[in-house]
């Protein structure tokens, strides 16, 4: 089904906004939510319409579904007060008020019940420590482990305007497993070991629990190294390795003055500033992590703080991060691997990429044009990213 409106062109069946012709980047769930509202658009719908018909009925706060609705609005060029397409009725709920041309592509394609086209499986396995460790599956096709990073939830990451994007473009072509990491997210919290060796065992206990028999791994920031570890460990297992941002020394081992001082420096101001988004912190923290993160994406970045630890178990965490040193399994790796990093990132500068890339045999170095230590939908490096990554995955 094609709607046409204004400068825009929407279908349905292939997935995809255009205006005037070019490809508008807008979320999965975000863009489920705009084809409910032109489908309905001979009515208001109410809040629970849109909880029932986009999320499946399940549990969605105020807060999340304004965002969402916003971002709609932001996509098709309505987010002025005017609201000329997207339409508030007070009290009652919201409307598509703009004039939409419908043309039938072929047969009818029903709007999705849920913010993806499949719905994530969460289970939990135990780790040799007797930690309950949380993992999800979603999507079909090959299977691809994306191991965990600081920091995890599960079902936040899931629905957040940060990594949603990219975890359910993962999903579209791969078996997406992930998991919660000890002590934070839907993992037991309340742990006595918190160890980049504990950390490996989380990966092998949801491989063992799922049964995977080959599997591709993708490894962000310091789940690189976790990556790294385990496919040196089991390279029959490991048929292929992507890692992005990553680095094989964190901030204590690189023989660097200051590089531990802010490693330092971060940890202080993380245990006074956990989880306020108007804390020194979160704008630190912020300006590194997401120089060109909108309000809307900080302020998730702030609530998955708070929904997925404590302050003392992030700074716990980050202080294994910052020893972590796997330089001497390098040369040991023996699949083929891809090595992605931002040019301009100020948590992982470029120097660690380039050093992975160099160190792992036959490894592929790509250069992504961004200043973002996490990749965000719609930048310019998000196509590069996805190309690089689904080529090598499908080779």
Known sequence: MLFSF???A??????????RGKIVPIEPQVFDLLVYLIKNRDRVVSKDDLIASVWGGRIVSDSTLDSRINAVR???????????????????????VGDVQQEQKGP???????GFAHKQEISFCRSPENNNIAYAAVGSGPLLVKTANWLTHLEYDWESPVWSPLLQRLAQKNRLIRYDSRGNGLSDRDVEDISFEGFVHDLRAVVDAIKGDRFAILGISQGAAIAIAYAVSHP???????LYGGYAKGRNRRGSTEEADKASIFLALLRHGWGDEHSAFMRAFSAVFLPNGSPEQIKWFADLQRATTTAENAARIRNVCDGIDVAELLPKVRV??????????????LEQGRSLAASIPNARFVTLESDNHVLLAGEPAWDKFFLEVEAFLAA
């Open 336 to 349: 083929p691997t891809l090595v992605l990093h931002a040019r301009h990132d100020n948590v992982v500068p």
């Open 6 to 8: 204004n400068d825009f």
């Open 108 to 114: 009818e394609i029903a709007a999705p019940t849920s």
């Open 236 to 242: 029959e297992k490991v048929s292929k390795l992507v």
């Open 74 to 96: 932001k996509a098709i060029g309505d987010s002025g007060e005017k609201q000329e397409l997207v339409r508030t009725i007070a009290r009652k709920g919201i409307r598509f």
């Open 10 to 19: 929407l279908d349905a069946e292939r997935r995809e906004l255009r205006a």
